[in-house]
């Protein structure tokens, strides 16, 4: 398997780096702070197949991904409507990648140089519509000058999206597809995870993946300056992988918490959760080994956590809701491709 130098690993997700000098370089442009690429699902990927009911916000449909973004609900439960700048959930449809002749699964040999600032969604401006106090009037402007604590996470990965094309993977640079991520939590275990389900869609042929941010009844915290657009810090994040064998499917539902409320009130991650948080360029020199399965959870639990409900249709889904595996499905290494978080090509052990 082709090993990929850590220094292709940049900020919230890796680069599609091949370890190759002649792998192609796609720089992500920008129309006046808007995306030039369409935005149009494939017509051949089913982002919407799993995606959850229960949310109230607008949805759109990209060609890597499809989502939901917060409305003025009450996410806090303080009686008063708010907007927390953070999608509900994000559903992809995510397709192997096809073994080359000598049995080797490898990404697309294109190097993306992402937008220089995300690109602006217009149709989210009730964020900064009548709040006058907001000058700053871009979701972007909030993450910028917290990168070293907050990564703007995706939740659509921008090297899932690249084996559709170089454009759909520029167009996972917008607010519809991220949270404020603690720097080594997405850098490290997320990205682990991500890396996992690229492995097992080669394995597999296909996979479902719905994922988002978690809020509790608790005050929200944001990122933000006073005259920014409020972006609040998640309590945790869901990821549901969905995958399906003749006719019949099978899911794995996991939750990260993201304790985010530092000393005096100032957001910071939580030091007790952050000490596991090891990012992947630190877990090889810390020994570190990733276990996603330790947040594993039920379907069921990630309903009662985010007022969604998984499979509403499905005859099975009772079953499905309360089922609670104790492992990841097992990939094994030849089907990992790309660039390995820690070195590690093992998760899951049936």
Same mark, same amino acid.
């Given at each position: ?11 919230? @997700? ?16 920008? %129309? ?7 935005? /149009? ?6 982002? =919407? ?8 916000? #607008? ?13 003025? %609900?009450? *996410? ?6 708010? +907007? ?6 994000? /559903? ?8 080359? !002749?000598?049995? !080797? ?7 993306? *140089?992402?937008? %220089? ?5 217009? %149709? ?7 709040? #006058? ?6 979701? *972007? ?51 682990? +995870? ?13 996979? &479902? ?10 005050? +929200? =915290?944001?990122? /933000? ?7 609040? $810090? ?8 969905? =995958? ?16 985010? @409320? ?8 939580? #030091?007790?959760?952050?000490?596991? &948080?090891?990012?992947?360029?630190? !877990? ?8 996603? /399965? ?14 969604? =409900? ?10 499905? $809701? ?8 097992? @990939? ?14 093992? @998760?899951?052990?049936?």
């Amino acid at each position: 398997m082709k090993k990929i130098d850590l220094a292709c690993l940049a900020a919230a @997700v890796f680069l599609a780096c091949t370890g190759s000098a002649s792998a192609e370089r796609f720089d992500c442009g920008s %129309d006046r702070g808007a995306s030039p690429y369409v935005l /149009a699902p494939t017509g051949v990927h089913d982002h =919407r197949r799993f995606a959850p009911a229960g949310a109230t916000g #607008p949805t759109r449909d990209f060609a890597a991904f499809a989502a939901a973004f917060d409305d003025d %609900d009450d *996410d806090n439960q303080d009686g008063r409507p708010d +907007l927390t700048g953070n999608p509900t959930w994000v /559903a992809y449809h995510l397709l192997g990648v096809a073994p080359t !002749a000598d049995g !080797a699964y490898e990404e697309p040999n294109v190097s993306i *140089d992402r937008p %220089d600032r995300w690109y602006r969604s217009d %149709d989210l401006s009730n964020h900064w519509i009548a709040r #006058p106090w907001i000058t700053a009037s871009r979701i *972007d402007d909030s993450y910028r000058g917290v990168g070293r604590v907050w990564n703007r996470g995706h939740f659509a990965m921008a090297d899932h999206a690249q084996r559709i094309g170089p454009e759909a993977s520029c167009n996972t640079h917008v607010f519809w597809n991220a949270s404020p991520q603690a720097a080594d939590f997405n850098q490290g275990p997320w990205l682990h +995870l991500e890396t996992y389900t690229a492995a097992l869609s080669n394995m597999v042929g296909e996979i &479902w993946i719905i994922t988002g941010p978690i809020f509790d009844d608790a005050p +929200l =915290r944001n990122i /933000a300056e006073p005259h920014e657009v409020p972006v609040a $810090v998640p309590h945790a994040f869901f990821k549901i992988i969905v =995958r399906e064998i003749d006719g019949a499917i099978d899911v794995r539902a996991l939750i990260f918490e993201h304790p985010s @409320v530092g000393p005096h009130g100032h957001v910071q991650p939580d #030091p007790a959760e952050a000490a596991g &948080w090891i990012n992947c360029r630190s !877990a090889g020199r810390a020994g570190h080994t990733y276990t996603p /399965a330790d947040n594993l959870v039920a379907l069921r639990d990630v309903e009662a956590r985010t007022g969604l =409900r998984f499979l509403p249709d499905h005859p099975l889904r009772a079953d499905l $809701v309360d089922r609670q595996p104790d492992s990841l499905w097992h @990939v094994p290494e030849p089907y990992w491709s790309g660039y390995l978080c820690g070195g590690q090509a093992t @998760v899951g052990a049936d």
